[in-house]
Nanobody, 119 residues
């Protein structure tokens, strides 16, 4: 069982920055892939950034060069640094922990944190 708690969302102007945090209830980064997802009203949830248990990082094309995913293993915390924010980044951002098992997959989600980019 894993609990994830996001924080750091808020209202920012276009071009601004936010740093999202995802605190995990225990040490999981060695066995779980971690990701940030977002969902805007009327749109599908999309993967924004991912860091695998082995440390490989992937970004959605829409955020490459602007967002940075990282983790602090000692603190069991995942981060998403968001720079040069655009109105289209407005969404609820979710932290996800994923592990592929033999008979089923394991997915844990945080409650989400709202990011609003508006002038």
């Amino acid at each position: 069982q894993v609990q994830l708690v996001e924080s750091g969302g808020g209202l920012v102007e276009p071009g601004g920055s936010l740093r999202l945090s995802c605190a995990a209830s225990r040490s999981i980064f060695s066995i779980y892939d971690m990701g940030w997802y977002r969902q805007a009203p009327g749109k599908q949830r999309e993967l924004v950034a991912q860091i695998t248990n082995g440390g490989r990082i992937n970004y959605a094309d829409s955020v490459k060069g602007r967002f940075t995913i990282s983790r602090d293993n000692a603190k069991n915390t995942l981060y998403l640094q968001m720079n040069s924010l655009k109105p289209e980044d407005t969404a609820v951002y979710y932290c996800n922990a994923h592990k592929q098992g033999f008979t089923r997959n394991y997915d844990y989600w945080g409650q989400g944190t709202q990011v609003t980019v508006s002038s």
